[in-house]
């Protein structure tokens, strides 16, 4: 079965970290770029972060850069999102999300093939 699993979710403090995993089952990530994704209560959900399938190409949203960083193990089949100077509007829910490319370089946050279920993170005090 293909399937994204992401942990590392939790309650911190603002200025607190977290790092968040994103582990895939039943597939290679070497053919995936990957992208880490959040919903906030009552909003839509937005791209965060992603990384291409060689890990020489990311992204990240504006909200985040400078706080956030994405990076990928492919022999373990993990992909992480290490989040440091959290703030209250970080609160949300996180999933990771995979799409199969051709290309070394492609990064983007559209036509994702497979999806987790989502890890919670609240950054309150």
């Known amino acids: 079965q293909l399937q994204l699993v992401e942990s590392g979710g939790g309650l911190v403090q603002p200025g607190g970290s977290l790092r968040l995993s994103c582990v895939a089952s039943g597939f290679t990530l070497d053919y995936y770029a990957i992208g880490w994704f959040r919903q906030a209560p009552g909003k839509e959900r937005e791209g965060v972060s992603c990384?291409?399938?060689?890990?020489?190409?990311?992204n990240y949203t504006d909200s985040v850069k400078g706080r956030f960083t994405i990076s990928r193990d492919n022999a373990k089949k993990t992909v992480y999102l290490q989040m440091n100077s959290l703030k209250p509007e970080d609160t949300a829910v996180y999933y990771c999300?995979?799409?199969?490319?051709?290309?070394?370089?492609?990064?983007?946050?559209?036509?994702?093939?497979?999806w987790g279920k989502g890890t919670l993170v609240t950054v309150s005090s």
């Open positions: 990384i291409s399938k060689s890990g020489g190409s990311t």
């Open positions: 999300a995979a799409r199969r490319v051709i290309l070394s370089s492609v990064c983007d946050y559209n036509g994702m093939n497979y």
